[in-house]
């Protein structure tokens, strides 16, 4: 869960911050519910973070007004149609992740326009 490194600097700073996993993390959001503690980086869940399942991304993203994706490059356009669906008028997205991909053509692009492209085709804005 790539996420979890920026919850902490946003949760020490008074934001509330919805922690949400991958398909691959249920036992991470696991602990993270019921000891508020992530097993992998072996550190307590700051009292600002509220993790959700994947399975709950609808009720995670109602209402907020920015989205940080941390997911890793091979998870980008899983991302991008995952979110897509729920998003809403107004909402920020910031996407953490580095990298570049080959087009289908074989030119680089940057995977930060792929991740937008992905996420307008799905919520129907592009």
């Known amino acids: 869960m790539m996420g979890t490194a920026v919850a902490y600097p946003l949760a ?14 249920g036992d991470i959001i696991e602990s993270c519910r019921e000891r508020r503690y992530h097993p992998r980086l072996r550190r307590e869940l700051p009292a600002g973070v509220q993790p959700y399942y994947v399975e709950e991304i609808a009720q995670a993203l109602d209402g907020v007004e ?31 992740t580095k990298g570049m991909e080959a087009a289908e053509n074989g030119d680089l692009r940057i995977l930060l326009t792929c991740w937008w492209m992905i996420c307008r085709r799905t919520s129907g804005t592009g």
């Open 66 to 96: 920015i989205i940080v994706s941390g997911v890793n490059s091979l998870g980008v356009h899983w991302i991008g149609r995952t979110i897509g669906p729920h998003l809403q008028p107004g909402q920020l997205i910031i996407a953490v």
């Open 12 to 25: 020490d700073r008074g934001h509330a911050v919805r922690l949400v996993g991958t398909h691959l993390d």
